[in-house]
């Protein structure tokens, strides 16, 4: 081989290699930024569906609610409905008593209730009290009461009534519904807010416990049986008013609970949409409220929770 040849045969070594450590440089920066993909993929997961569920308390995180999930699809309704709860803190461990005689107290815990099954149905908190309060059938509270602050957190939120968290004790608002003596309450941590009269059942009730999933104002239109408002439960039962009032304090019904029309009125702006409903064999205690809770709506007010699309066929 004469030194032109093996001049070339060098050349020709030495740019094969040049070419190879390229294609391995090529293939150590995709290896990069691949693996760059995938950690920062890890991370929104884990941030997502772990460390969501998971966090603990921060002196940004003021309030963190921890829920079971209802089961609502056709195949698996549930057959219990636990009690959720909602874990409430201050940076400076200081928490206002929950007065349930006073409206104000009543309406952050109905407040705090819904952003707490809000957050069980969308795995995400609102944006404002004002999405809470949506039209039909997005109306899981009826209006945003004057007074109350919210502020969504990274994984949690804040919830102050006049600058100061109340002590919920890790309770919701929830439907008690003692058929033995026709009563019907509006309860917080086994204290009945307000009791009302019903009717009930002839039959007995096809449920030990429920939970809300509808709300509607003037179900099946003005003068309809089921009254000026309907709160709807599972296996076509609903919370309602009625045009015989006469019924009510009586087992005649297919089901439903018929409350008057007066009182279904005061009752449904804080019953928001998830609160839980249990069937007791008991009476109830004395209410903390004995007149009722106040009318704070009018029908004027609510006419975007109105479904007149819609013809209702609940058990009556």
């Not at 549930?78 to 005689?101: F, H, R, W, Y």
């Amino acid at each position: 081989m004469n030194k032109a040849q093996n001049r070339y045969m060098r050349v020709r070594k030495a740019k094969s290699q040049a070419k190879q450590r390229q294609s391995s440089r090529r293939l150590l920066a995709l290896l990069i930024f691949f693996s760059c993909l995938f950690l920062l993929y890890t991370a929104f997961v884990l941030d997502r569906y772990f460390f969501h569920f998971t966090d603990m308390f921060t002196e940004e995180n003021a309030v963190d609610a921890s829920t079971a999930i209802h089961d609502s699809t056709p195949e698996h309704k549930k057959k219990t409905a636990s009690q959720q709860e909602t874990n409430i803190a201050q940076k400076d461990g200081a928490l206002l008593p929950v007065d349930v005689t006073n409206l104000k107290h009543i309406e952050w815990l109905v407040v705090n209730s819904a952003i707490v099954h809000f957050y069980q149905a969308k795995k995400r908190y609102p944006v404002s009290l004002e999405e809470l309060a949506s039209p039909y059938p997005y109306n899981w509270i009826s209006y945003v009461p004057k007074g109350i602050t919210y502020k969504r957190t990274s994984r949690s939120y804040t919830l102050l009534l006049a600058g100061t968290s109340l002590d919920a004790q890790k309770e919701l608002v929830e439907i008690l519904v003692y058929p033995s003596v026709h009563k019907l309450a509006l309860s917080f941590h086994g204290r009945p807010i307000a009791v009302y009269p019903i009717a009930t059942g002839k039959k007995g009730m096809p449920f030990s416990s429920s939970y809300v999933t509808e709300r509607v104002v003037e179900p099946n239109g003005p003068g309809s049986p089921f009254g000026t408002r309907g709160i709807v439960l599972e296996q076509e039962v609903a919370i309602h008013g009625t045009n015989k009032p006469s019924s009510v304090g009586r087992s005649v019904s297919a089901g439903c609970f018929r409350l008057l029309n007066h009182h279904i009125e005061e009752l449904y702006p804080f019953v928001p949409k998830g609160t839980l409903l249990k069937i007791l064999d008991d009476a109830p205690a004395a209410s903390s409220l004995p007149e009722g809770i106040p009318l704070v709506l009018t029908g004027e007010s609510l006419e975007s929770e109105k479904n007149p699309g819609v013809r209702y066929k609940w058990r009556g």
